[in-house]
């Protein structure tokens, strides 16, 4: 067993919203993600979406009002609430998701889950 250096996990991949699992918990995917640009507007019926902001920023546009995001911030979207995250500059975020979530909340959309 050893600890997981989530910034050495980021510098294995250049992409852009393609999650990479890291670590596994509890039945949940700890993933890193870089993200840049504007995401799908999308929903998950069945699980909360978390998100922590490792560096930069990132903006969860809600159908209600936008949550903006720092490092070290963490939101999480409720299940079945519409949301689309947005980064102007690259930014780093780790996610927990139920294993075998869909990022786009459709498994016929989603990035194919790759493990690190």
Known sequence: MKPINL???LATFSD???PRVVGQFNGHDLMV???????AWHKHDDTDDFFLVL???????????????????IFVV????????????EAHV?????QGTPNTGDAATSAARRVI
């Open 33 to 39: 993600v870089k993200v840049k640009g504007e995401f």
């Open 7 to 9: 910034a050495d996990k």
């Open 16 to 18: 852009h919203w393609q």
């Open 94 to 98: 780790l996610l927990i998701e139920p």
């Open 55 to 73: 560096s930069g920023r990132i903006r969860i546009q809600l159908r209600d009002g936008d949550v903006t995001l720092g490092p070290g911030e």
């Open 78 to 89: 409720p299940k079945g609430v519409e949301h689309c995250p947005v980064a102007d500059e």
